[in-house]
């Protein structure tokens, strides 16, 4: 069984590496287009994949972001990625895993779990794109001062009000 780690690859020069992982082929195929549209001061590689693991005979780069994209509509999706986040060692969900759940009417969105209206709304893609785009750099480490583990906490402590503040 091959299992995912985020530091199994050496980084490579200003690039940034984002896994799609879904079962909805043109989905996936259309918000990589949206990102890679989205204007980024580091080299952007999208990468695609049905389900994990991935194959171990391919030359790939370091992944520094794995987003699930999960359709609310289809029990495969979901099951789709109880399997292969098996494939995925424990330190990457210290800030490089998201999920982003489609088919939804809310829009309620946060670091880990981007829960969203459909995909093929133009506009949305676009802005989920862009948010992709810059979680990536964080990961990736292409912004200073400010790692994944470090936005995911500032995300959590301003979504959680503390008693004070109620």
Do not use: Y
């Amino acid at each position: 069984m091959s299992v995912l780690r985020p530091m199994d690859k050496l980084p490579g020069l200003n690039t940034a590496t984002i896994l799609l992982v879904g079962t909805e082929d043109a989905l996936l195929q259309q918000l990589a287009d949206s990102m890679l549209k989205e204007d980024c001061a580091s080299e952007l590689k999208v990468h695609l994949a049905n389900s994990l693991p991935l194959p171990s005979s391919v030359t790939r780069p370091r992944i520094d972001l794995i987003v699930f994209v999960i359709n609310l509509h289809s029990k495969h999706s979901l099951r789709n990625v109880e399997e292969s986040l098996h494939h995925v060692d424990a330190t990457f969900f210290l800030g490089k895993v998201s999920f982003l759940v489609t088919g939804g009417k809310a829009c309620h969105c946060c670091l880990t779990v981007f829960s969203a209206r459909p995909l093929q709304i133009e506009d949305f893609r676009a802005t989920m794109a862009q948010r992709l785009v810059r979680m990536l750099q964080i990961c990736a480490g292409h912004v200073p001062g400010v790692s994944a583990l470090n936005l995911l906490s500032l995300l959590r402590s301003s979504e959680n009000p503390s008693l004070e503040d109620l």
